[in-house]
């Protein structure tokens, strides 16, 4: 076991099983935040310049179509606050698209609903197959994998990307953004991009067939939509200054509310990332999440630290939240406690298409160097 230890600069520790400090106590995250995000992140006028002449191009290029661009909307603080912007700041024609996976909150229901009236926006809602979702999620949680978030985050990606190319609509507006998603340890959980690994782990635990479920897979996204289809993401945060705070002030004069912790706006991942993944793997997603505020300046260490002792769950929502969680999957209490208890899992006991990636990634980056 290794002994304990806590980055001097933000709060990442040992609980990520790769982490690594330098002599003084600075984490591998940290590094990672300045040598390859930082140049990429411009919260400045380089990024507003740069901003525009995309907006610019967008606008260009879009003249004849209703929308100019398409926002996948949660109802969290990110994607609303891209739509503000979208509208607000950038006067684009949008269309907000949201994949409901059938866990949002009543809060998140609200949000969507408000923010889209407030900033007279139409609402395009795509109803993801419930008993197919169900089955993947159970099918993941049976697994014993960190990431559960899977089917619903590919179910988002995959159906946006779908409603952009059905609508020909060539960009999508991504509220994913460096300030406050910078920081996250690849061992805490595999991607929810790869089809392969969606289907794999379905394969082998699911009960039904998926049919109409939305998925993508890597060469639809690395080259049939990008290069086919001609779609482009934009990830608009990350050209300007993006402070999570000051974003939730003025979401609150559109009648948004927020719902308690980053991505609690489904009910799944609030129960996913307050309890499965902490009880099961010691894997608290906050202390990633506040180490991207201290990185990108929006809090301080000992604020983060602070905020990190608070507790996530009360006992009678926990029991709320569990029990509900457990209904809506069919899955037993006794079936759930025996998961916990079951070894832990890694990404590598499934399909997946991990070393495709990395010879993709080898390749890119060999042509970068002559670029
Ligand atoms: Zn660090």
New binding site residues.
Partial sequence: MKQYQI??????DTSDPE?T?DENG??????N?DVNIKPTWRPDETGKEMLEKIVEKIKRESQKNEYEAIIGLSGGVDSSYLAYVAVKQLGLRVLPVHIDGGWNSEIAVRNIENVCKSLGLDLHTYVVDWDEMNDLQAAFVRSGLANLDVPQDHAFYAGVYKFAADNNIRYVLSGSNWATEG?LPPAWGYMAKDRRHLEGVHERFGKMKLKTFPRISMLERKLYYPYIKGIKVVTVLDYMPYNKQDAMKVLETLGWRYYGGKHFESRFTKFFQAYYLPTKFGYDKRRAHL?SL??SGQMTREQALAEMETEQYQPDELREDREYVLRKLDMSEEEFEAILKAPNRTFRDYPSSHEYLEVFRKIRSFFRKFM
């Fill in positions: 980055c001097t600069r933000c709060i990442m982490i400090f600075v984490c591998n995250h940290c590094h935040f920081i180490s201290v990185v």
